[in-house]
DNA sequence: TCTGGCGTTCTAGGATACAAGTTTTCCGCA
DNA sequence: TGCGGAAAACTTGTATCCTAGAACGCCAGA
């Protein structure tokens, strides 16, 4: 079997990069990069789907060089992987990363909102702005309005906070819980309405200066994505031969 | 006054990457990052220090194209600055810095030694290996034989409580640390016997499966570092105008 | 039909060439 | 001597070319 195949059934790249336009008054690769990660977290780009570099370029009409600072980077993040001299394509989501993440994510974002009650001074009205637009997005249903409203409020805390660098690996592992999250989304309907009350209590936590109450609120917010992914585990079962989820036993 | 200047008085890049052989057989561009790595962790390239891709290239006798990719990495990890069009240096260290590399290895590290006392059946004999090393590192007062043993010892941990990926971020932040430690050694002739006693009293928490005790210990343990920066910051007041440590108000 | 070997084709990694932008240098000039 | 200002000499960013290695596909042989 292949580790990298020429072409996913029933999927186009440059289809779907066609409609990317680079500034070339900016660097290129930044740029680059930041679509990749988009198209690969909202699983725009599915996992296995190969990402050959001259393929990027072409379908971008740039050069091979910021195309490979770009997959080098999302590589390390663990997004793509790469072969050398073979293939680079989307990783697959495995449960063990995810719940590596989750511990992750419980340790980084339960200190932060233990700082956050314990001597910050929170700005309470950037807050409360960023709930009414998480609980107006929920009764639209717009599922990704509550998501970028969602990414917004945990970027909040962390640099209320105080803790840019800790925002920024909760980020890289974040971006693999967002594949579970948005991929899981249809799959639970009610999932939204439940992460806006996991906030409001969180917030409410800090607000009292709840220390460990705010901790524990944070640590079962973000264990919520665990049941999203077997939710998506039952609901893709079999669906393909190329399955989004790694299977548990490799 | 220049971002970038273009050559630090009293230091050669050239004359310390000279001695660097690289294997042609394997990529080029990890070998490159592993070595500027250690480097600058080592402090053998200084804060300040300009790292033109064209200077180590040509002292490696390669190409810019791997030197790129080591730099680019650096710079994500924060050890490197480059500005666009002018050039890199090594970063500065500054106590903000530090300060949240604490907090987060605090998080991610306790969190390491909870799994371990609650959970996992450590490999007993590795720990106690690794701890004779140290200890004997301390009688012999080698430095850097503590500090690769410290490493090997933190690792384990991470592996033994199967979060490889929170080992990975902790390195990242790590290596700040890292810098502060090696550089404070001299000026903190019993620090390595404290450590590996806090190192002591870790595992023995662990070993009791006190998991609240083994937290507040690996917390006290990494938290030591803010010492030795103060420390440091005193012993290099007014040291050199080109200073290592970033001026606390900027 | 299956299998094994060999050549083609494709990939990423590295080297080189060029472009765009910044800093330094140096010369005319007051 | 001090000061503009233009040009030279740097830098990183991008494009293009070359190469080593892996996978594919064809074909001969069983």
């Known amino acids: 079997m292949p580790r990298v195949k020429r072409k996913l059934p029933g999927f186009d790249l440059g289809q779907v990069l066609s409609e990317v336009a680079v500034d070339r008054a900016q660097a290129i690769g930044p740029q680059i990069y930041d679509v990749l990660r988009r198209l690969i977290v909202q699983s725009q780009v599915p996992s296995g789907a190969p990402l050959h570099e001259n393929d990027i370029a072409t379908a971008c009409r740039i050069s091979r060089t910021p195309v490979r ?3 080098r980077q999302l590589v390390l993040e663990g997004l793509v992987t790469t072969w050398p001299q073979v293939g680079s394509v989307v990783a697959s989501i495995d449960r ?23 001597q910050a001074q ?26 970028v409203a969602d990414e917004q409020f945990h970027a909040c805390l962390a640099e209320m906070a105080g ?17 579970v999250r948005l991929l899981a989304t249809r799959h639970q309907p009610g999932r ?3 992460a806006y009350l996991e906030h409001l209590a969180i917030v409410e936590a800090v607000r009292r200066g709840r220390a460990e109450e705010a901790t524990r609120e944070m640590s079962r917010h973000v264990e919520g994505v665990l049941k999203s992914f077997d939710v998506l585990a039952v609901a893709t079962a079999g669906a393909s031969a190329d399955a989004v989820l790694k299977p548990a036993v490799a």
Do not use: M, N, T
């Open 192 to 194: 939204h309405r439940e």
């Open 96 to 118: 063990a990363q995810i719940a590596e993440g989750v511990v992750i994510r419980r340790a980084l974002e339960g200190e932060i909102v233990r700082l956050l009650a314990q």
């Open 163 to 179: 803790a840019p660098a800790a925002w920024r690996l909760v980020q890289s592992v974040k971006a693999h819980i967002d594949r």
């Open 122 to 147: 929170p700005d309470w009205q950037r807050i409360e702005a960023l709930l009414a637009v998480q609980s107006d997005a929920v009764a639209r249903g717009d599922d990704y309005a509550f998501f």
């Open 69 to 71: 600072a770009a997959l």
